[in-house]
């Protein structure tokens, strides 16, 4: 079955950097890949997701990037906020699937 | 108006109480889920229901009885609670089933057994 591995774990970067983080998955059948962002006590919320029929694909300052053939895709978060400070979750599924497969996490810390 | 919303959102009890957690999802999804997050932050999906249908069911004691009424509701009941079932339990809904559609997210119950 699908494996979904995530590091790292915890990524502390100073205000105004940019942030990466990297997931992998095991099953090249795989076609959809989302982000969730999780706010300390609060609810995850999707903040991007990719197809596989597509490389890279931008909102504001985060982006996801896919390497199919690599199977990574990696987000990325420019010019960080404080508000940017949660852990961040990505997952991988196969459409006509109920279940998304999960990465462990990364907390993510911005520095003032 | 809360889209997905379960309760209660604080849940202390005893070791070998039961207790149910509610969830009602408005946005007129068909899918329903329960996802339980421990102390490491780790999502673990429990249960899947689409249309009242089980379709997840992953290892869970069968302590943990899912019950759907409707497709708009999604109730986790608990049985003879232990000190590991204490986490976060969160219940989500997505559109529907083939299509990826992102999955909402439940405020959580906090469960503490003591």
């Known amino acids: 079955g699908e494996n979904v591995e995530q590091h790292p774990s915890t990524l502390s970067v100073q205000e105004g950097d940019s942030a990466v983080i990297k997931c992998t998955y095991s099953?090249?059948?795989?076609?959809?890949f989302p982000w969730y962002k999780q706010e300390l006590g609060k609810r995850p919320q999707l903040i991007i997701d990719?197809?596989?029929n597509v490389g890279e694909k931008k909102d504001q300052r985060i982006a996801v990037t896919l390497n199919k053939t690599a199977k990574h895709f990696s987000l990325h978060i420019t010019e960080t906020q404080p508000e940017d400070s949660a852990v961040y979750f990505c997952?991988?599924?196969?459409?006509?699937?109920?279940?998304?497969?999960w990465g462990a996490g990364t907390k993510l810390i911005i520095k003032p | 108006d809360t889209a997905v919303s379960q309760t209660p959102k604080y849940l202390v009890t005893q070791m070998g109480n039961d207790k149910s957690i509610k969830c009602e999802q408005n946005?007129?999804?068909?899918?329903m889920y329960w996802y339980k997050q421990d102390s490491k932050k780790f999502l673990k999906i429990m249960f899947s229901y689409n249309n009242k249908e089980l379709i997840i069911n992953e290892t869970v004691p069968n302590r943990f009885s899912p019950k759907s009424p409707d497709k708009a509701h999604l109730n986790l009941h608990i049985n003879s609670l232990e000190l590991g079932d204490s986490a976060v339990y969160f219940c989500a809904s997505s559109r529907g089933t083939g299509d990826n559609s992102p999955l909402h997210f439940g405020n959580g119950t906090r469960l503490t057994v003591t």
């Open positions: 990719i197809r596989s």
């Open positions: 997952a991988a599924s196969l459409d006509s699937n109920y279940q998304l497969i």
């Open positions: 099953d090249s059948a795989s076609n959809y």
């Open positions: 946005l007129g999804h068909d899918t």
